[in-house]
């Protein structure tokens, strides 16, 4: 009988170290996602590739938005693409096809994958995706119009009870803050107006706005149809009054002044946008290394779902065995955050009974007989 428990005892630890030795020090998830394609010509294969890639690029998605505030969404998700196509299948750790249907034309595919999420949390932070709307520099917009009227002119900023942003101004106002750029609203007051050469920096100064945007837009109308737009722009960080990013632009043609405005927006946006993100502050979470120990482990398969879950949770970046001792394991580990609140998470999952507590950078899990 002794003989038979110590063999038991020393085949749990050789799978233990084997886990811990197979383990890699990448953020591994699971999650199960739905991919859908039309089925076109007479074979199914090329449809199943596409409805494997569309699961794909929901899991990144739903494994992203996760990481990213709500006001980075849309500018999220359509650079997302590129991220996904560039990494292939390499962050694929495991994938399994649990159901496979087929409605008409359409093919619905599930998969259950894992998921290595260490790149993609990399790049979000690199691309800024992780950066509360808050935390962005303040953009103010002073961009002068003139026409298409001779006399036709508008700068709120020079009057002491502005109206708002012109339309030009509005649709630039629009398509950053869809961006998830951080745009203030036109001052409905100023107590000072302006002047000088330095007069806009100066009050985008004192409105609190750390990126200003200026320049002139204008419209001249030859007849009924033709207009010729030419835009110049600038923008420039008022603290230091550098300009970041300029640029002219000329367009003729018979759009309207509003279409005119959007295709002037689209010839600039994305290259001030880099200029802008440059500027952005980069959230980066601080690390710190901490000791866990569980206690009165009877079997593998409750220890392993315990790491399993600690090893999913977004504030735990690596698990590293560090003591063996009896039916005890301690481990280092490597979280963003709250330690008790990592305990809390795990008594959340429901795994089993345990006794859980934190002293100082020490937590304790020690498991309950059933």
């Not at 899991?59 to 500018?75: F, G, N, R, T």
């Not at 260490?118 to 979000?124: A, G, H, I, N």
């Not at 998830?180 to 609190?208: I, Y």
């Not at 580990?333 to 795990?346: A, H, S, T």
Request: with cysteine.
């Amino acid at each position: 009988m002794r003989l038979s428990r110590l063999c038991t005892c020393g085949v749990f630890w050789l799978v233990l170290i084997h886990f811990f030795s197979l383990s890699p020090a990448r953020a591994e998830v699971s999650l199960i996602v739905s991919g859908i394609s039309a089925i076109t010509g007479s074979t199914i294969s090329q449809a199943e590739k596409s409805a494997y890639d569309d699961a794909l690029f929901k899991a990144y998605l739903e494994l992203a938005l996760k990481q990213a505030p709500a006001s980075s969404a849309v500018d999220l998700a359509q650079k997302l693409k590129g991220f996904v196509a560039s990494r292939g299948a390499q962050d694929i750790i495991q994938y399994q096809i649990v159901s496979r249907s087929q409605q008409d034309s359409i093919l619905y595919l599930s998969l259950d994958l894992k998921i290595n999420d260490t790149p993609l949390k990399e790049w979000l932070q690199s691309e800024a995706f992780t950066t509360p709307l808050g935390l962005r520099p303040l953009i103010l917009l002073a961009v002068s119009t003139r026409g298409p009227g001779l006399s036709e002119r508008y700068e709120w900023w020079s009057v002491t009870a502005p109206k708002g942003y012109s339309p030009f101004e509005n649709q630039l106002a629009q398509r950053l803050r869809t961006a998830g750029e951080n745009v203030a609203d036109a001052p409905t007051r100023l107590t000072v107006l302006p002047a000088g050469p330095d007069r806009v920096p100066a009050m985008a100064a004192n409105l609190g706005a750390g990126l200003v945007i200026t320049g002139t837009i204008t419209h001249k109308a030859f007849d009924a149809e033709n207009l010729e737009t030419r835009l110049d722009i600038s923008l420039i960080e008022v603290k230091t009054r550098q300009k970041l990013y300029t640029s002219s632009i000329s367009l003729k043609g018979t759009a309207d002044v509003r279409t005119m405005n959007e295709l002037m927006i689209t010839a600039f946006l994305d290259k001030m946008r880099n200029e802008i993100a440059k500027k952005v502050v980069l959230v980066s979470p601080i690390l710190s290394e901490k000791s866990l120990c569980i206690t009165e482990i009877r079997d593998y398969d409750t220890y392993q779902s315990m790491i399993n879950s600690l090893r999913s949770m977004d504030s735990v970046t690596k698990i590293s065995l560090s003591r063996i001792q009896g039916h005890s394991i301690c481990h280092s580990i490597l979280i963003k955050g709250n330690l008790q609140d990592i305990l809390d998470n795990l008594k959340q999952k429901q795994i089993t009974q345990a006794d859980m507590m934190v002293e100082g950078d020490k937590a304790s899990v020690r498991l309950l007989k059933p």
